[in-house]
């Protein structure tokens, strides 16, 4: 880490070290100041080190920036050293407009000779001949929110939930004491578990996770859907079970491993 760090207000900033990783704070991560002190044990030996985790990042490298979706990008094509560098970085943007390159080289742009082999052995995809749609078929949208109350509004704002008859979400971090806007889904019945009424509590390994009210399972069905829930007979399992138009729908979480397993039916 810097030895000497200068930040002005609304500097852009990056971590450099996992703070939380269960709430997104984690090495690589951007945004805006947060400054909190912290101890070490290094290699067995007690020492105390006061940092601040953190480095100015007006700028990152394509390997920094894999996976993420910005709306403006300035991206440099100079030090392309390695095939698909200059895909990832420039399908970083949503759209075209909001696109600017710099350094712009042709040669930059290229993959790699494997990925050429790979698609010539590959078979040719022969699509079948469409049918109309069954009446009974119905749009299921899962996702993990890690925070369904505090991104409500950008969730209520994605597109692929307004098209769903069947919304599912993972990491709700519902507890007892909250409750819900009803303009969230008000063409919606709610189905929900709390983290702390799916565990045992006598489970030391178990106990920690469940009282921090993280967690938490949720299905929102549409009301123009036939419905009914039912109870999914488990143990230290996260599960949701509603029937809708006779088919099963079954969200699952495992405490464990903390993956959301997706919604099936």
Known sequence: ???????????RVM????IDTEDGLINGAFGSVRIKLFQDNLYGKKFIRKQIPLTLDWAATIHKVQGMTVQQIVVSLQKIFQPGMAYVALCRATTLSGLVILDFNPNAIYSSEDVTEALQ???????????PAPSNLFIIVHHNTEGLLPHS??????????RANVICFTETWFSKHH???????????RYNLIRSEAY???????SEKIDTNRGGM?????????????L??????????????????????????FIPIKTFY
């Open 200 to 206: 045992n509590k006598e489970n030391i390994l178990l």
């Open 218 to 230: 949720a299905i929102f069905v549409n009301h123009s859907l036939h419905q009914q829930n039912f």
């Open 232 to 257: 999914f007979e488990t143990q230290n399992l996260e599960v949701v079970g509603v029937i809708a138009n006779n088919a099963v729908l079954l969200t699952v979480c495992i405490q464990t491993t």
């Open 179 to 189: 409750t819900l806007d009803a303009t969230l889904y008000p063409e919606y019945t």
């Open 121 to 131: 052995q590959m078979p040719i995809f022969h699509s079948p001949q469409l049918v």
């Open 15 to 18: 971590l450099t070290r996992n």
């Open 153 to 162: 509004s950008v969730v209520k704002a994605m597109k692929q939930f307004q």
């Open 1 to 11: 880490m810097e030895t000497e760090l200068q930040i002005g207000i609304r500097a």
